[in-house]
């Protein structure tokens, strides 16, 4: 292993996003997980376990429980490392404890970790700004999806943060594959599992490795990000 790889501590390691993250690991050069977090296997540490972790790393990822998150966010702040938030239904005290907490450590929450998807948002919202018409977002998912979804969320506040207009978000549970549609006036993109997911948050871990505090998403994380860097992130 090169030593110069972004390590990363990875909670909800045996979730879906982490196995995948994983695998994605192995032929990637910049970036590897160092240790892992889970409820319920012998191979990881568990919740209780935090403080017996030896080995060392630059950040941590969690893709967990939100029964999880209170302790994770605490151990985060403890070992002064950045932490990028994939848990979704979060309450509103533990979003307000983090918020704070970026006044100490770096914190990643964007609702949307897809490099492609942000492309589609920026579309989106160029489209919002040249049309008259009203604007109805149509998020169609597999069936377990937590819905409305972050993405249509983070769609629907940008909009109107930059246009001033509002969205109608209409979500449907439909696909029994891992499938995420949206669409809205002309603009239509599909998401498939989430592999891409999986790279592209190995990809942000990179990128967080060395900001201090704050909270970022993407826009904020790419505008920031030194460009002769950028070959690094988008080559994988």
Same mark, same amino acid.
């Given at each position: 292993m090169q030593k110069d790889r972004v390590k990363i501590l990875w909670s909800g390691i045996t979730g879906r996003t982490g196995t995948?993250?994983?695998? @994605?690991?192995?032929?990637?050069?910049?970036?590897? *997980?160092?240790?892992?977090?889970?409820?319920?296997?012998?191979?990881? %540490?568990? %919740?209780?376990?935090? +403080?017996? *972790?030896?080995?060392?790393?630059?950040?941590?990822?969690?893709?967990?429980?939100?029964?999880?998150?209170?302790?994770?966010?605490?151990?985060a702040i403890d070992a002064n490392k950045p932490l990028i938030i994939g848990t979704a239904g979060l309450t509103d005290e533990q979003i307000k404890a983090f918020e704070e907490a970026s006044k100490i450590i770096p914190i990643f929450r964007g609702g949307n970790f897809r490099f492609s998807v942000k492309k589609f948002i920026d579309d989106v919202v160029e489209y919002a700004k040249n049309t008259n018409e009203k604007l109805e977002l149509i998020e169609t998912h597999y069936k377990t999806k937590k819905i409305p979804s972050e993405t249509a969320k983070v769609i629907a506040k940008k909009i109107l943060n930059e246009t001033?207009?509002?969205?109608?978000?209409?979500?449907?549970?439909?696909?029994?594959?891992?499938? +995420?549609?949206?669409?809205?006036?002309?603009?239509? %993109?599909?998401?498939?599992?989430?592999?891409?997911? @999986?790279?592209?948050?190995?990809? *942000? @871990?990179i990128m967080m490795k060395n900001k201090t505090d704050g909270i970022y998403d993407l826009d904020k994380l790419i505008k920031e990000y030194e460009p002769h860097q950028k070959n690094k992130i988008y080559k994988k």
């Open positions: 995948l993250a994983l695998e @994605a690991t192995k032929d990637n050069q910049y970036v590897e *997980i160092a240790a892992g977090v889970c409820r319920n296997d012998d191979r990881y %540490y568990n %919740y209780e376990e935090l +403080n017996n *972790i030896k080995e060392d790393f630059d950040v941590i990822v969690d893709f967990s429980h939100k029964d999880s998150f209170n302790k994770i966010l605490d151990y001033g207009k509002k969205v109608e978000i209409k979500s449907f549970l439909e696909y029994d594959e891992l499938i +995420n549609d949206y669409k809205i006036g002309n603009l239509h %993109y599909r998401v498939c599992g989430f592999e891409e997911l @999986a790279k592209d948050v190995l990809k *942000i @871990a």
